[in-house]
Structure formats: structure tokens, C-alpha cells
């Protein structure tokens, strides 16, 4: 069992503890924190091995129990997940190398934190032993996850997409904006299309970026001039083969993240989390181009609390060398449920036939 | 003097009549409205001659004087506005007809409404002498107004846009969402890229719509793919020189609507309406493509409240053959201060010189 110690327990690093531990082949070595806060209570209250991040007053303070120092847990683990707020994870990174413990970073970090920016859909291969991996963003993945087999299957001539992404999460109580759509960055490209480019370095994409007052999912609305001429059809076909797509069809009557969280906590998902990108079915649409090109369309909402749990599980199994990157993604999604517990959204078993396995 | 008739004092219609108030070859004949509600106080304290649009029962209960039915205002108008709301307007138009009076339609009716689908910078000419005119949407109007002066520089091969919509305007206290994002329409295009076709029969334009919880502005993220590759710097120029688009500087710190329409409110226009597109001058972005075209890209707001309103007048001269298009133009803009009292967002006057008539 590969031991992974887990710095930091806010929104992603309760998520990656409580995913870890489900799968077959790893542990909770432990969790980090800084502060004895209501998730240092779910910490305990799910009997996870407490270490303080920073001080342990304030948790002896608080007759809260710790384990020791973050050092004792990064020490004791096979691999470390950096799940502190963006620009943290740098910061530790002296302390993941002295100890020679490989370590998975987010998507917060600059990607120079480590040689690799990971999605498991896309580049699984490239971490496969290295010593740090960053998982990269929740927007991130979820462009990754949709670009990967199109590009694979029709060639992708570029991207354009508007990310309209919530201004906070929900626990986030203190951002915004209230009442207003922001221009996010007011420049362009946004953040996004360079991050993409570390998973895609070839890929030609511009994105623009836009906040707003909402705080469930991010909605992705993407051009992409493909290199074909598929129909809908055979754009809705591929992508509905893919194990973390969902793609969802009209009849649900899901006009947006609301409805979206109420089926996945309706369906006992854990946290209502949407693991898969949701991608709107009669969104897709398709308009031929000159030269055998084509225009296609779609609107997708991303869960930001929840699309990088799986990929930091796989993350873990290929810099661990635990697995190739099908047998990982099956495993994972066998583990948290992913495609599951969702009725009439499964994998359209109708679809093209494709090796299960290769199918993530 | 032309008389004006306004059939309806809502949110478009109390603009509307204020504007044509402050026109120096044009007066309000009277406005009409189905309830005595505050906005027939302020119809009153305006000293507007105020029809019934239906029983005159209401009105008399409260209080409030009529002068007469609405089926008088259009026969004692020259011209009239239908601010009704969408699909109101069609039903009315018999009644214009069989008076034989002029009539401008908003942009919630069906385009076959009226023979003319207008907007005055890009075919202010087709609606000279027309016996009916829809003025087209707020979302419409927008992109009208920037692609006009694109398509005429450098052609333009294709419009992407995404529009992220106010969910309702301030006083619509019902409507929503909350806390979400909605595709809306979810199928691709909006209804938005057909409606502009209205205006640019030959253009290539697709459209995303999406609704969010915001009541004060839409938001629109814009791909143009041109047939010429300007600097980002020729296009900021070219559009400063536009009278109804407002190039936004950097160094105002305006960041979304809310400061936007705090900085109107303190310049003293009223209502704080923005009556000009506002776009961001560090969004403008042009990357060059293959074969001589350029992607240019860029963030404006648009006011749904407002900026359809000198549009409205200019349509009033136009059916009623008053004025040219750039005369029309430039006596609605100064009767209104457009382009003025927002200190450092003057047109540009060192941009290349253009016939200052012909830049609206």
C-alpha cells in the first residue's frame, strides 16, 4: 500500500484524503493543517492522522490531538500532496526535495514547480516516475479532458474559449463580485490558454476569462476549429465514450450548476461533487468551414472543488509507478464511482465501440 | 416640430421620451401606459401627456388625470414608439396601420414586424421613409455599432461572440438566477447571431448566450476573425473615433459594470444610463493568423436599459425623413452629452483624422 501524506486540508486536499483512501492500492499517511478549524474537526472525525503545518498550540489549544510536525508526515510518506493555497506549495517544495519524498503540486502553482503538468487524459505517460508532477487547474483539466480526443480524433486548428468561472467557492465567503460580470483578466489571453499549453505545447488557443457572482461550477463556452467535418452526432458519440465527459442529454431538464449539484447530491455523491466535466448535449453543434474544416460549439460546466481530485490520484499512481495510465484512470474511476450513480447520463454503450480502458 | 407618441413607459420607453424631449426638432406628444403605477407619477411629474393604454378605470382611482386613449396618442402623433414589451408591439401594429401612423418597433419583436431592422451606424439609410422600423435589441445594438466600423476597415471573415447576459434589469425583482450560469439559450447560435444578421444580411456570426446573476449590464466576449492584420493600436484608434463606443482607459480602474455605472451616476447622466458600448482598451488584442488575417479580440459592456434610446431617435428621423444618418447622429448625441461628461474617455482626437459626421 503506498503510504501518501497529504499537506494541506482545505477545499482540495479533504477532497484528494477522502479519494486517496478509497482506492485500492494507497493510504492516508496522514493530513496537514495550520489551523484547528471545522475541517481540522472533519480531519479527526474521520480518523485521518492529524500533523500541524504549522504550530501545535493552537491545536493542543483547541484539545484537538496531532501526530506531529507536517516534516514527521512528508517523512513517513511514499508521496506528498500539496494541497496549500497557491503559491504555498513552492514554498515547501524545499522541504518535499530534502526529504526526497516526490510530491504532487496544484494547479495554483506556476508550472515551474515541477517538470510535469499533469492530466491524466492527456499526458499520463510524462509523469510516470518523475519526482513532481503539478496537477494543473480545475479549468485546466477540464479543457484538457475535451480537447484531448478531439484533437486526437479530428485535428484541432484552435481554440477559442470564454471562461466564465464563479467568483468564489462556496465556503469562500469573503470574495466576490456581487452583482456584477468582470472581465478576468481585462487582457487576453487569460492564464488559462498558456496553462493549457503546458499539457498542449503544439495546441494554438486563446481563452478569455470572466467572473461572476456565483459560486457552484465554472460554464465554459468553446469554439474549436476542428480539421474535419464531423457531424453533432459524431462529436456527441466521442465524446460521451470518454469516462470523465459527461455529455447531458436535454431530457434531464439541467439548465444549469444548480440543477446540476441537486442531481449529484440527489444521487448520494460525496459533497455533491461533480467529478466529470457536464457538457450540455444540444450545445454541441457543428457548421462546416472552407477546406474540409469545421467550426464545433459547446458549453461545459466544470465542478472547481472536484475535477482534479481523480487526476491527483493518478497523478500519485504514475509518479509512484503503480500503473500505466488506463489501468490508473479505471481504477480511480471504479473507486470514486465516476460515470456511476448518475442514471441516464452512463457511457452511450451504442457509441463506436472503444477499448474500455483507452476510453479515459 | 415632429410629435412623438410613445406607446408604453417602462424601462425603454420613460428613456425614450426623455431623450426625445431633449431633441431640438422633435416633442413628446404624449406617452401611454396600462397602470398607474410609479412610473405613471413620474410620466406625470414630467408633465408628459399621459394616455391609457387600456381602462382609464385605474388611473382615474388613483388619482391620476388621463388625456385620453391611446388609440388619440397615435392619432395625434407623427411618429410612434412602441416600448411595449416583446410581442405586444405586433399586436399594436394594427392599429398604427390603420391610422396610418409611422411606428418603431423595439427589439423584443419578430424582425418581420417591420420591412427595416435598424440600427443607425450601420444602415441608418434603409429606414428613410419607411413605414415601420424595428430597432434592434440592446445585445444586437452592441454588436452592431463595433462591426460596423471592423467590417468597413478590414472585412470581417467570422464573429464569435459570446454574450454573458444580466439576468434582469434592476427593477425586474423576479427574475433570476441566483447563484448560477446559465446557458441560455443552451443550442448554438443564440438567437443573437441571426438578429444581427438583420442588420449585416452577408456577415458570419455565431453566438453564445449565457445568463448570470447581474442586473446592471451584459457583458460581451468577442472573437473577430479580420481580413487584414491591423496592430491592437489601429483598432483602439478606430474605435475611439466611433461616438457611440467609449474605449475605456486602463488608468480608470474600472474593473465591471458596478464602476462603470458609479462613474455615470457621479458625471451626472441620467439615470446613470450608459448610452455608448464600453470596451476595455487593454482587452483589444489582434494575433495574426495565415494569409493576411488577424484574430482581434475584446470585452465590452452594454447598458440593456440604455443603449438602444438614442437609436430610437435616430429611427424617429429617419421614418420620418428629418435628417441624413451622420446629421441625425451627431444632433442625438449632442442633444444627449454622448461621448461627453466622462472625463478622459473623449473621442480620441489624436486618432486619424475622420469627417467628424461621418464617425457615428
Known amino acids: 500500500m503506498l503510504r501518501v501524506g497529504i499537506n494541506g486540508f482545505g477545499t482540495i486536499g479533504k477532497r484528494v484524503a477522502d479519494a486517496v483512501r478509497a482506492q485500492p492500492d494507497m493510504t492516508v499517511a496522514g493530513v496537514a493543517k495550520r489551523t484547528p478549524d471545522y475541517e481540522a474537526e472533519i480531519a479527526r472525525d474521520r480518523g485521518y492522522s492529524l500533523f500541524a503545518a504549522a504550530e501545535t498550540t493552537p491545536f493542543t489549544a483547541a484539545g484537538i490531538d496531532v501526530a506531529g510536525q507536517v516534516r514527521q508526515l512528508v517523512a513517513a510518506s511514499d508521496v506528498v500532496v500539496d494541497a496549500t493555497p497557491a503559491g504555498?506549495?513552492?514554498?515547501n517544495r524545499a522541504l518535499y526535495e530534502e526529504l526526497e519524498t516526490p510530491a504532487i503540486y496544484q494547479g495554483g502553482e506556476d508550472a515551474s514547480v515541477a517538470p510535469v503538468s499533469f492530466n491524466a487524459r492527456a499526458n499520463y505517460d510524462e509523469a510516470v516516475g518523475a519526482d513532481a508532477v503539478r496537477?494543473?487547474?480545475c479549468n485546466t483539466t477540464g479543457l484538457s479532458r475535451v480537447l484531448a480526443p478531439l484533437e486526437e480524433r479530428y485535428g484541432i486548428e484552435k481554440v477559442r474559449a470564454t471562461l466564465v468561472r464563479r467568483g468564489g467557492d462556496p465556503s469562500q465567503t469573503g470574495r466576490g463580485p456581487i452583482n456584477d460580470t468582470l472581465p478576468d483578466p481585462v487582457s487576453i489571453p487569460s492564464h488559462h490558454a498558456?496553462?493549457?499549453k503546458t499539457v498542449f505545447p503544439e495546441l494554438s488557443i486563446d481563452t478569455m476569462g470572466m467572473k461572476v457572482p456565483a459560486t457552484l461550477m465554472h460554464t465554459h463556452a468553446i469554439n474549436l476549429t476542428l480539421r474535419a467535418t464531423p457531424t453533432a452526432e459524431d462529436v456527441r458519440d466521442l465524446l460521451t465514450a470518454e469516462g470523465r465527459l459527461l455529455v447531458?442529454?436535454?431530457?434531464l431538464g439541467i439548465d444549469g450548476a444548480g440543477k446540476l449539484k441537486e442531481y449529484t447530491r440527489d444521487a448520494g455523491r460525496p459533497r455533491g461533487d461533480v467529478w466529470e466535466n457536464c457538457i450540455w448535449a444540444e450545445s454541441l453543434t457543428v457548421e462546416p468551414l472552407s477546406d474540409g474544416r469545421a467550426d464545433c460549439y459547446l458549453f461545459q460546466?466544470?465542478?472547481?472543488e472536484a475535477d482534479v481530485v481523480p487526476e491527483n490520484v493518478d497523478a500519485i499512481r504514475a509518479i509512484a509507478g503503480l500503473a500505466d495510465g488506463p489501468?490508473?484512470?479505471e481504477r480511480t474511476n471504479e473507486a470514486l464511482g465516476i460515470g456511476c450513480g448518475l442514471a441516464g447520463i452512463e457511457p452511450d454503450t451504442t457509441a463506436p465501440?472503444?477499448?474500455?480502458?483507452s476510453d479515459d
Open 353 to 357: 465501440a472503444r477499448d474500455a480502458a
Open 135 to 137: 496537477v494543473v487547474s
Open 194 to 196: 498558456p496553462d493549457v
Open 248 to 251: 447531458i442529454p436535454e431530457r
Open 301 to 304: 460546466a466544470i465542478h472547481q
Open 327 to 329: 489501468e490508473s484512470v
Open 88 to 91: 504555498v506549495g513552492e514554498r
